[in-house]
């Protein structure tokens, strides 16, 4: 085709449940985190979450369309479910302490930011650019979040910065 083909079917209210009889699969939305239109497909026989970008696992966290603030809340809220398997965006699968991994990495990220921008830090002191891009950053966080600690943290700092400071 040449553009994206459009969906054949979408849900406007949480859980849109499909049940063939054999196998039940609930799509959910709790809010804005990575992206406005964040979705999970939930199967509660086999307690498998596909979470899509919402939860990764590693250092590919994209944030230029996130929602930071909320983005825990939306973890917290599928931190609930009786998962045992969770099918991430990117990176390998695993058990439900990813959610509250990926959860923590954005509480720190925030809590780092804010305490930058607290102390009165301009955005030009807490991300170094390169090039017109952040290149750099004086935010350190805490090593239990390091599995999601990468090359785009300055990325993560700048995007949290303009989110806790907008324009």
């Known amino acids: 085709l040449p553009t994206a083909e459009p969906p054949k079917r979408t849900f406007s209210k949480s859980p849109f449940t499909l049940d063939d009889g054999a196998r039940r699969v609930d799509f959910l939305f709790f809010g804005w985190a990575h992206t406005r239109g964040d979705g999970f497909a939930w199967l509660p026989k086999e307690k498998v979450l596909c979470t899509g970008d919402a939860v990764v696992n590693g250092p590919y966290n994209y944030t230029g369309d996130a929602n930071i603030g909320n983005w825990p809340s939306v973890l917290r809220n599928l931190d609930k479910l009786d998962v045992r398997h969770v099918l991430p965006g990117h990176g390998g ?7 509250a991994s990926q959860s923590r990495f954005f509480v720190e990220l925030r809590r780092a930011v804010e305490q ?3 102390d009165g830090q301009k955005l030009e002191q807490v991300v170094t650019m390169k090039n017109n891009e952040p290149a750099a950053t004086s935010v350190r966080l805490p090593d239990a979040v390091k599995n999601w600690v990468g090359d785009s943290l300055p990325t993560q700092v700048r995007d949290a910065y303009l989110e806790i400071t907008p324009v």
């Open 93 to 99: 699968a695993g058990g439900k302490d990813l959610i």
């Open 116 to 118: 930058a921008v607290k």
